[in-house]
C-alpha cells in the first residue's frame, strides 16, 4: 500500500486536480473550471494525496454547513485506484469534521459504481435515497449519509 502525504489544495493544484477528476469520471468530470472554482470557493475545502514522489493522485473536495457536510467530489487517478487513496482523504476528512463537532456527512454516488460504494458503505455510509437520472449520463445517483 502506498504512503500518501495529505496536504490542503492550493490555487496552483487546480490543473492537475481537473486532470484527475477528467480522468476519473471522464464526461461526467466538472472540468477545468468546475474544480477551479470548487478550490476559489471560501465554502469549500480541498485534501490532496501526493505520492511518495510528491505527484498529485488524489482529492476529496467538501462543504461544511453547520453541523452536516457534503462531499462534493473524490476523485483519484485511473492508475492509483484500489491503492488506499480514497480511503485516506476519506477517513481524514471525516476524523477532521468529527473533531469539529459535524455530525453528518452526506454525498451522492454514481448508483453502478460498486467500488466506490463498497468505500462508502465500508465507513459506515448508509443509503438513504436514490436521484433518478442525476448524471449527464443518465445514471441514478445514490444519497448517502454517515453519522460521525
Request: overall charge neutral; charged content about 30%; hydrophobic content about 50%.
Amino acid at each position: 500500500m502506498t504512503a500518501w502525504r495529505l496536504r490542503p489544495a492550493a490555487a496552483a493544484d487546480a490543473a492537475s486536480l481537473a486532470a484527475i477528476e477528467a480522468a476519473a469520471f471522464g464526461a461526467a468530470s466538472w472540468g477545468a473550471r468546475g474544480v477551479a472554482e470548487g478550490l476559489r470557493d471560501r465554502l469549500v475545502e480541498t485534501l490532496v494525496a501526493d505520492d511518495i514522489d510528491t505527484r498529485t493522485q488524489g482529492f476529496l473536495m467538501w462543504r461544511r454547513v453547520g453541523d452536516e457536510a457534503e462531499v462534493l467530489t473524490l476523485a483519484v487517478a485511473p492508475e492509483q485506484q484500489r491503492r488506499g487513496c480514497a480511503r485516506a482523504l476519506l477517513d481524514a476528512v471525516i476524523d477532521a469534521l468529527r473533531r469539529e463537532g459535524v455530525r453528518a456527512l452526506f454525498l451522492e454516488v454514481d448508483a453502478g459504481n460498486q467500488a466506490a460504494i463498497a468505500l462508502y458503505e465500508g465507513r459506515s455510509f448508509d443509503r438513504i435515497a436514490r436521484r433518478k437520472r442525476y448524471y449527464r449520463s443518465g445514471a441514478d445517483a445514490l444519497v448517502m449519509r454517515a453519522d460521525l
